[in-house]
């Protein structure tokens, strides 16, 4: 388990806690040992699992919040969750998820109205009877109304991050079983979908049914839905997210990793081709027209090939020219990870950051990287401590010095992610922002704007010319927060010709851009940097997310500038001095 979700749990059952109008000292512990662990460096569930180490040792975790996190590790949860949730509607967690309530606006209604579901909440919505309560009005009924339709789009999906951490958990888990040859991930997660409905594995190997009953026997595991000879279906944690394990011959491996990482419309379209050439194409393999003859199975190469095709990275398949690509021997050498040489968007304890300077430099040098760009928060943000202007001259000072002395083993960029304000300005004055190596300008308020004016706002922001690149431009928060609205193609049209880049941002709670967005902003000549946003060493691996995004927009490393040597992509920055 993530440190992310230890936090997510407990910060959870402080939300419940004030909802219940409980002690607020217990209630400050559990929020205070959230924020520790989502920030610690360590896995709190690697140090819960060595007798020889102490998670108390943990700066702010004592004896009791212990206990609660050696609980979660065993089985997801808590007593007093649980106890709280047996409080509350089952509905009360998602109540949570509204965008505009908050634990004290929930108590309140829970109290007037005594309602059990979202439905509820929305006819009371619909009704106008929300705004009858204290601090409530016709703006939060709107806005509730607006956030529960999202959410009910959104359920049953999960973040790509947390779906790959149980893959991950479950492959740990099964690894030692005799007789196992490999665990694979197929599906969605695969195919690098940016949310996850269900997770797949094929599991290989003479004792691969055995892996099915261990999976069943897992503590994580909420619910077993069904096992058969060759498959079982759980509910994992509480979350719910539905997990398939299959066994499979070596025989129908390719064919089964084929049939089972999708997409939908790419594989009917994959099978209405076979049948085109006189073949049948099912999970068990391709077969000549008398269905009994294997032409291809063991390899998704050997299908594809059978086909008449190149094999197609499974991030492309979503039927959406990628069969046709292939066919003319024209896909996309699509970028892969070790191929990105710095990381260009982190920050650091000056601002909003869990690590200093030296500290994420430290990390992304033991990642490889030959550079890095640190850019903390402008002003705009108060409660980050934002730079102005005195201190970002101040920062790219001391960046040069360090630079010079070489002590770190990797290459600093100064930069900042300054703020696009609400009327387009840049939060930090341009002779300010003309001393650093990279200027990363993001939208982090009023977010509600028309789209015509957040157009604007964005196209007066591009005419910076210390201006790189547009950071997580759509403001998307997965399973959270829609992307404000805006006349992308206008902003990408005028961003290229102006050669500012765009954003990939990989925290996987953004990844922002979307891959349709990708394709739309490639197809016009963009060029992308692919970058974490990391305000921790940790968060530097959420690279993979991004690139999988970048992969499924169809791009290749001479799109991605921070896939460039250092001295190349010195070149290409815009607007800053040589």
Known sequence: MENREFA????????????????????????????????????????????????????????????????????????????????????????????????????????????????????????????????????????????????????????????????????????????????????????????????????????????????????????????????????????????????????????????????KEHNVALRQRAIRMGFKLNEYGLFHGDGETRAAGETEEGIYQALGLDWIPPELRENQGEIELAEAHALPKLVEQRQVRGDLHMHTTATDGRASLEEMAEAARALGYEYIAITDHSKALAMTFGLDEKRVVEFARTVRKVNETGDLGIHIFSGVECDILQDGEMDIAWDALAELDLVIGSVHGHMNQEPAVMTDRLLRAIECPHLTALGHPTGRLLLHREAFAFDFDKVITEAVAQGVWLEINSSPERLDLSATHVRAAKAKGAKFIVSTDAHHPKHLLNMQYGILTARRGGLEAEDIVNTYTRECFAQQRRGVKS
Not at 97 to 126: M, N, S, V, W, Y
């Open 8 to 263: 997510r749990i407990l910060a959870e059952t402080a939300d419940l806690m004030e909802i219940a109008g409980e002690d607020g000292f217990r209630i400050r512990s559990y929020r205070n040992g959230a924020s520790t662990i989502e920030g610690y460096t360590e896995s709190i569930g690697d140090i819960l699992a060595d007798p020889a180490r102490k998670v108390t040792d943990v700066p702010g975790i004592g004896k009791g919040l212990a206990a609660v996190l050696q609980e979660i590790a065993l089985r997801g949860s808590f007593d007093k969750r649980d106890e709280l949730l047996t409080k509350f509607p089952p509905a009360a967690l998602d109540f949570l998820k509204i965008q505009g309530l908050g634990p004290k606006g929930i108590a309140l209604i829970f109290e007037h109205f005594r309602i059990t579901t979202l439905d509820e909440l929305e006819q009371l919505c619909r009704d106008q009877k929300l705004r009858d309560l204290p601090r409530m009005g016709a703006k939060l009924e709107e806005k509730v109304l607006r956030s529960i339709a999202h959410l009910k789009e959104r359920s049953g999906r999960f973040l790509l991050s947390f779906a790959d951490n149980v893959a991950q958990e479950l492959k740990e888990s099964l690894a030692g079983l005799a007789g196992i040859e490999a665990i694979t991930v197929a599906g969605s997660l695969r195919r690098g979908r940016e949310t996850i409905g269900d997770l797949d594995l094929l599991v290989t190997g003479p004792n691969a049914e055995a892996a099915l009953d261990k999976v069943g026997a897992n503590p994580r595991v909420h619910e077993v839905l069904g096992r058969g000879p060759t498959k079982t279906s759980v509910k994992w944690g509480r979350e719910g997210l539905q997990v398939d394990v299959r066994a499979v011959d070596h025989a129908s491996f390719g064919a089964a990793m084929q049939y089972f990482t999708g997409s």
